[in-house]
């Protein structure tokens, strides 16, 4: 298993939308998991949203309504995000877990990227 490779952070004000992209490896397997994770400073690591080999995500309550993530059909998921705000800055990470069982729980999903910064402010 390769590592993932995030990509897509950057710098934006309050409001407006960044797109993450993960390429990883776990499509090469017939049940997936591919997550985001985040970490602000002086925080823990926290679940954002995932999406599984049967299409079905799920979100943490922060990320609903304004995040949305999707995958093609190849190796890349996507993790949308709109109407950013200042608590939204942390560092973006990527994840997958060869489980068609998206968990929620960080410790749970083997493989993970460098991560992608993701700042907002005004």
């Known amino acids: 298993q390769v590592q993932p490779v995030e990509s897509g952070g950057g710098s934006v004000q309050p409001g407006g939308s960044l797109r993450l992209s993960c390429v990883g490896t776990s499509y090469r397997y017939s049940n997936y998991c591919m997550g985001w994770f985040r970490r602000a400073p002086g925080k823990e690591r926290e679940f954002v949203s995932a999406?599984?080999?049967?299409?079905?995500s799920n979100y943490a309550d922060s990320a609903k309504d304004r995040f949305t993530i999707s995958r093609d059909n190849s190796k890349t998921e996507y993790l949308q995000m709109n109407n950013l705000k200042p608590e939204d800055k942390a560092r973006y990470s990527c994840a997958e877990r060869l489980s068609s069982f998206c968990s929620t729980r960080r410790a749970t999903y083997p493989y993970w990227g460098q991560g992608t910064q993701v700042t907002v402010s005004s």
């Open positions: 999406i599984s080999s049967t299409g079905s």
